[in-house]
């Protein structure tokens, strides 16, 4: 755990981290970190002679030892165990020690080191990344929907009782053409999702292990297969444990064609990797479609990656699977991939907003195989229209962070400052107040529809859908704000530059120093 945390910026200073570059933990006397944004990166190289001389952070608890661990480790026997049984399974008043410290040590803010009983994280070795392909050439033309959509169950679900199955709503209304397949992060129970506004008839769901959530559309497709594949493990610093991903196998009825479709939650800290690493996870994540998979299957990744194009997660995906799209929603993390044969075979994509989620849901549409020419020729004009309206969005109440600053405008602000709003009246439209609100900070609002001549300034500069998905990422990358557009890897050194420092207690995720020194111009790479 962090007790103490110095930010300090030297020029042309590299910092050493310490337990941090080995697995962002710190021992129970605190630790000193001086280093924030990378700007140059390298990986730690050790000998086995040297690793094997290096404690990794172990130690093993002693009877009456004192100290944070030891109160930890009491406050599971006498507390933590009598009111919550169900968070030490297998356990009793009498297990081990090294079992109670484990426990104390496997959580999000560990107080106790690692007992040395337990072995050291492994399983780190990054494999290259397989040969994939190209989806068949022989077969009909197949225009295939996917979605992507993180539900923020434990509040839309839990804390609002599903918000009136506004989820479910959202996807019904926007299910024009129907989606092919969808997949969920942070969804505990897809019946609830699909089942209140009738979508289960058309679908079959699965659910995952790790709280994500699979569905196919049945009157298009025969399921082949399907299965669940682990691929990363979150850092110490936000635990929560493993990472996976699940997948299909399917076949279209009417082409005979196949798809592989895997959907994906990422590892924390966002933009980390993992404990292994963005590199790692991205390749084992394509070993998943080249193991699973066959050639000439159509493939496709979708998921809320907990990173963005600031990560090697998704720097690594780019030399491998076509970029379709990626939300706006915390500097990109919500994406799109496919083995598409040529980036024209984007048809559309769509940000079609949050249905009371803290990520908003994107959509696309891919075209797999040969298209008639006069097909192709008239889908560019159909593309733009659809494009144009795809990357707008006006806000509605449960709209989250948008919602809430066009309310507060159109009901506070302009009595209170009315010459923030030249132009408008206490009766103009919501859409005109959002544009008002994206006009300034476009990370707070995605430009509304309906308003003509209104710059595109959150957008890419082409009308047409994402060709280029890459560079989409990247310019919703340059629009993020704090800790989003932060790159933290493990068994990484940092350097900064600047003669600036800053003193803060009590931090335990190493994106607060890099949240601080964004704002500081020197410390932007």
């Given at each position: 755990?962090?007790?103490?945390l110095?930010?300090?910026a030297?020029?042309?200073?590299?910092?050493?981290?310490?337990?941090?570059?080995?697995?962002?933990?710190?021992?129970?006397?605190?630790?000193?970190?001086s280093a924030?944004h990378?700007r140059?990166s390298?990986?730690?190289?050790?000998?086995?002679?040297?690793?094997?001389?290096?404690?990794?952070?172990?130690?093993?608890?002693?009877?009456?030892?004192g100290?944070?661990?030891?109160?930890?480790?009491?406050?599971?026997?006498?507390?933590?165990?009598?009111q919550?049984?169900?968070?030490?399974?297998?356990?009793?008043?009498?297990?081990?020690?090294?079992?109670?410290?484990?426990k104390?040590?496997?959580?999000?803010?560990?107080?106790?080191?690692?007992?040395?009983?337990?072995?050291?994280?492994?399983?780190?070795?990054?494999v290259?990344?397989?040969?994939?392909?190209?989806?068949?050439?022989?077969?009909?033309n197949?225009?295939?929907?996917?979605?992507?959509?993180?539900?923020?169950?434990?509040h839309?679900?839990?804390?609002?009782?599903?918000?009136?199955?506004?989820?479910?709503?959202l996807?019904?209304n926007?299910?024009?053409?129907?989606?092919?397949?969808?997949?969920?992060?942070?969804?505990?129970?897809?019946?609830?999702?699909?089942?209140?506004?009738?979508?289960?008839?058309?679908?079959?769901?699965?659910?995952?292990?790790?709280?994500?959530?699979?569905?196919?559309?049945?009157?298009?497709w025969?399921?082949l297969?399907h299965g669940?594949?682990?691929?990363?493990?979150?850092?110490?610093?936000?635990?929560?444990?493993?990472?996976?991903?699940?997948?299909?196998?399917?076949?279209?009825k009417?082409?005979?064609?196949?798809?592989?479709?895997?959907?994906?939650?990422?590892?924390?800290?966002?933009?980390s990797?993992?404990?292994?690493?963005?590199?790692?996870?991205?390749?084992?994540?394509?070993h998943?479609?080249?193991?699973?998979?066959?050639?000439?299957?159509?493939?496709?990744?979708?998921?809320?990656?907990?990173?963005?194009?600031?990560?090697?997660?998704v720097?690594?995906?780019?030399?491998?699977?076509?970029?379709?799209?990626?939300s706006?929603?915390?500097?990109?993390?919500?994406?799109?991939?496919?083995?598409?044969?040529?980036?024209?075979?984007?048809?559309?994509?769509?940000?079609?907003?949050?249905?009371?989620s803290d990520?908003?849901a994107?959509?696309?549409?891919?075209?797999?195989?040969?298209?008639p020419?006069?097909?192709?020729?008239?889908?560019?004009p159909?593309?733009?229209?659809?494009?144009?309206?795809?990357?707008?969005?006006?806000a509605?109440?449960g709209?989250?962070?948008?919602?809430?600053?066009?309310?507060?405008?159109?009901?506070?602000g302009?009595?209170?400052?009315?010459?923030?709003?030249?132009?408008?009246?206490?009766?103009?439209?919501?859409?005109?107040?959002q544009?008002?609100?994206?006009?300034?900070?476009?990370?707070k609002?995605p430009?509304?529809?309906?308003?003509?001549?209104?710059?595109?300034?959150?957008?890419?500069?082409?009308?047409?859908?994402?060709?280029?998905?890459?560079?989409?990422?990247?310019?919703v990358?340059?629009?993020?704000?704090?800790?989003?557009?932060?790159?933290?890897e493990?068994?990484?050194?940092?350097?900064?530059?600047?003669g600036?420092?800053?003193?803060?207690?009590?931090?335990?995720d190493?994106?607060?120093?890099?949240?601080?020194?964004?704002?500081?111009?020197?410390?932007?790479a």
């Amino acid at each position: 755990m962090l007790q103490l945390l110095a930010l300090v910026a030297f020029g042309a200073v590299r910092a050493e981290l310490g337990e941090l570059a080995a697995d962002d933990e710190c021992t129970t006397d605190g630790c000193a970190l001086s280093a924030l944004h990378l700007r140059s990166s390298k990986r730690s190289e050790m000998t086995a002679q040297e690793e094997s001389a290096v404690d990794t952070g172990c130690h093993d608890i002693r009877e009456g030892e004192g100290g944070a661990c030891w109160e930890a480790i009491m406050w599971g026997k006498n507390v933590g165990m009598p009111q919550h049984p169900d968070w030490y399974p297998g356990m009793t008043e009498d297990s081990p020690l090294s079992e109670w410290q484990f426990k104390a040590w496997n959580t999000t803010h560990p107080k106790c080191p690692r007992p040395c009983s337990v072995p050291a994280p492994g399983g780190c070795v990054n494999v290259p990344a397989p040969k994939l392909w190209k989806p068949a050439a022989a077969g009909g033309n197949l225009e295939i929907k996917v979605l992507s959509y993180n539900l923020f169950w434990w509040h839309l679900f839990k804390v609002e009782g599903g918000r009136g199955d506004s989820a479910g709503h959202l996807i019904q209304n926007t299910a024009s053409p129907p989606y092919d397949v969808m997949g969920f992060q942070e969804c505990e129970d897809p019946v609830r999702v699909l089942g209140h506004v009738g979508l289960l008839e058309q679908y079959e769901a699965f659910q995952g292990k790790h709280a994500i959530c699979v569905a196919y559309r049945k009157a298009a497709w025969s399921l082949l297969e399907h299965g669940e594949t682990d691929v990363a493990e979150d850092m110490r610093t936000e635990y929560y444990g493993t990472r996976g991903t699940q997948w299909l196998r399917l076949q279209h009825k009417g082409t005979g064609r196949k798809l592989f479709f895997v959907n994906h939650h990422g590892p924390l800290s966002v933009n980390s990797g993992g404990l292994c690493g963005g590199e790692a996870t991205a390749h084992k994540i394509l070993h998943v479609m080249a193991r699973h998979g066959q050639v000439g299957d159509t493939l496709v990744l979708v998921g809320d990656f907990n990173a963005n194009a600031a990560s090697r997660t998704v720097q690594a995906m780019w030399p491998h699977l076509h970029h379709v799209y990626n939300s706006q929603s915390f500097g990109g993390v919500d994406n799109i991939f496919a083995n598409l044969a040529h980036q024209d075979d984007v048809v559309e994509t769509k940000d079609i907003g949050s249905g009371g989620s803290d990520h908003h849901a994107i959509s696309a549409i891919i075209s797999v195989g040969p298209r008639p020419p006069k097909v192709q020729a008239a889908a560019a004009p159909k593309a733009q229209m659809k494009s144009l309206d795809a990357n707008c969005h006006t806000a509605a109440e449960g709209d989250g962070k948008c919602w809430e600053e066009v309310h507060w405008a159109m009901s506070q602000g302009i009595y209170e400052h009315p010459e923030w709003y030249q132009g408008l009246e206490p009766s103009s439209s919501v859409a005109k107040f959002q544009a008002k609100v994206y006009m300034e900070n476009p990370g707070k609002c995605p430009r509304p529809c309906g308003i003509p001549n209104l710059p595109n300034v959150d957008g890419p500069t082409q009308t047409g859908p994402m060709k280029d998905g890459s560079k989409f990422s990247v310019e919703v990358l340059d629009r993020a704000q704090g800790s989003d557009s932060c790159l933290l890897e493990p068994q990484t050194e940092y350097a900064v530059a600047g003669g600036w420092y800053q003193m803060r207690k009590g931090i335990q995720d190493p994106r607060v120093c890099c949240q601080l020194c964004q704002q500081q111009g020197q410390c932007k790479a």
